[in-house]
């Protein structure tokens, strides 16, 4: 499935080289559908494998003109373990496709009337099917948008929330705090390190969902007076009703309606140590996500990876 999120994103740097497992025979370490971007500079995604993925990498850095499908036997190819077989499709992409399939010809093939009844299903019934090679054609279901996450603040809070949240599919996690040495290793995330995160508000979705958590209660007014200006599908503050007291006080001096804010965030009855509190964070965003009259995604959707994020 064509991640258009990391797309999106690796697009930045120019044109991006996508490398996709298409097909397998036997074990294979990964299934149909996985893929990998590969930039100049860095790769998102993996296609495992070790030897298999080093290889592919070099050779979609190599790759230029049309689409290429290679059989790799992974034995003797490669002295992998794996008896079996998988067979890439490399392919240059310069811009976001659009649909909600990925069809292209690896032959030059004109599109046979096979891929345009799945196309045509995919678009009226939005029935997506499994990514495969068909009549010398690529299809590849697209994965819309992941739900934008901005969580502020890696404190031990921050850290726990994330390490929950980010193992979710759909959602598209940004993390920001002052520097980069405040962030652990933790995957499914884009860190954001800048020296006053308030700045960056204006970098922010206005579909996004938003957790404040930070060091700093300065630092929590501002983002909270910030975003309220901004725009957000939800905002959360985490604090005791005391702290909101204030905070909302002070947010009505400053002309704002501090209303759409939530605070505190999660379930005080789960007590205050970081994980209890994450646990009660991932609760409440995802009824959020689930009855949020302007929110198109449903718990099927968000639980096994539907259209989403």
């Known amino acids: 499935m064509l991640d258009l ?3 999106q994103d690796a697009l930045r740097e120019g044109p991006v080289t996508r490398v996709l497992i298409a097909a397998h025979d036997g074990s294979s370490p990964r299934e149909p559908g996985t893929s990998m971007l590969v930039t100049p500079t860095r790769t998102h995604g993996t296609i495992g494998g070790g030897a298999l993925e080093h290889q592919a990498t070099q050779a979609a850095r190599r790759h230029l003109g049309p689409p290429q ?3 790799i036997p992974l034995g003797p190819a490669l002295g992998q373990c794996c008896g079996g077989a998988v067979t890439l499709v ?5 811009e976001l496709p659009k649909g909600p399939l990925h069809a292209v010809s690896l032959d030059g093939s004109p599109m046979p009337l096979a891929v345009k009844r799945l196309m ?10 499994e990514t495969q090679i068909l009549q010398g054609w690529l299809i590849d279901p697209i994965a819309p948008p992941r739900i934008p996450v901005w969580l502020w603040g890696a404190g031990h809070v921050g850290r726990a929330i994330a390490a929950t949240l980010s193992p979710l599919p759909n959602l598209g996690i940004t993390w920001i705090d002052i520097a980069q040495d405040r962030f652990p290793r933790q995957p499914n995330t884009t860190q954001l390190p800048v020296p006053d995160p308030a700045t960056a508000v204006t970098l922010a979705p206005r579909e996004a969902h938003h957790l404040i958590v930070t060091f700093s209660h300065q630092l929590d007014l501002e983002l909270c007076h910030r975003l309220l200006a901004h725009g957000f599908a939800s ?5 005791s009703e005391t702290k909101w007291a204030r905070f909302r006080s002070r947010l009505q001096a400053l002309g704002q309606d501090p209303t759409a804010i ?8 789960l007590g205050k140590h970081p994980q209890a509190i994450a646990i009660g964070v991932a609760h409440q965003l995802m009824r959020t996500l689930l009855t949020r009259a302007s929110s198109p995604f449903t718990l099927a959707q ?8």
């Open 5 to 7: 999120t990391a797309l």
């Open 69 to 71: 499908v290679s059989r």
């Open 90 to 94: 490399t392919e240059t992409l310069a």
């Open 120 to 129: 045509a299903q995919a678009r009226a019934q939005g029935a997506l099917p």
């Open 235 to 239: 905002c959360g503050l985490i604090g």
């Open 262 to 269: 939530t605070c505190p965030i999660g379930d005080p009855r």
């Open 302 to 309: 968000i639980s096994h990876g539907g259209p989403g994020v």
